[in-house]
């Protein structure tokens, strides 16, 4: 916790507004190419099948949920840069509303720790679109590095740029 928000695991309750905030995060970030009808927004929003598959990580503030983040480890589907030994951060989404308060930050880096605690994990993985240079801030301010061997195009137009952090 920090002194004026929680970060734990999303409960049932807080996936509408979880998802409804990435979607918006990314959009205003002009990160989702197609807009609202950009092919990724329903997987963004998809709270629920993210928390299924993979730890999904809320910042909340009261009642308030300030953003969000997926943490996947070897055998979720929501694996895609990591390997044996990997965790995966996915989906790092702030509330516009709530920028400066190092939301952001504490939602990497409590990923960071919680693969940590996972046995057997060696590094965490993650891939960003090359324009999120605050998320990069993040992710070096954090010990991250770049992976170029990692980058990679989901579609045309979205070039990926892989990072890892050695545990």
Do not use: N
Request: charged share 25%; aromatic share 8%.
């Amino acid at each position: 916790m920090t002194d004026d928000f929680e970060i734990r695991e999303v409960l049932p309750g807080e996936y509408e507004a979880l998802g409804a905030l990435t979607v918006k995060a990314y959009l205003d970030g002009g990160f989702l190419i197609g807009g609202l009808d950009d092919q990724y927004a329903p997987r963004l929003r998809d709270v629920a099948h993210r928390a299924g598959s993979a730890t999904v990580l809320v910042a909340v503030d009261g009642e308030r949920v300030l953003g969000g983040v997926t943490i996947a480890f070897p055998g979720s589907p929501l694996m895609e840069l990591g390997g044996d030994g990997d965790a995966e951060v996915r989906m790092l989404a702030v509330d516009p509303g709530a920028g400066g308060r190092g939301v952001g930050s504490a939602l990497a880096a409590a990923c960071v720790e919680r693969a940590r605690a996972e046995a057997g994990t060696k590094r965490v993985v993650l891939c960003s679109q090359q324009t999120m240079v605050g998320a990069h801030r993040i992710y070096r301010r954090l010990g991250f590095e770049r992976a170029p061997e990692l980058d990679w195009s989901p579609l045309p137009g979205v070039d990926l740029w892989a990072f890892f952090l050695t545990l």
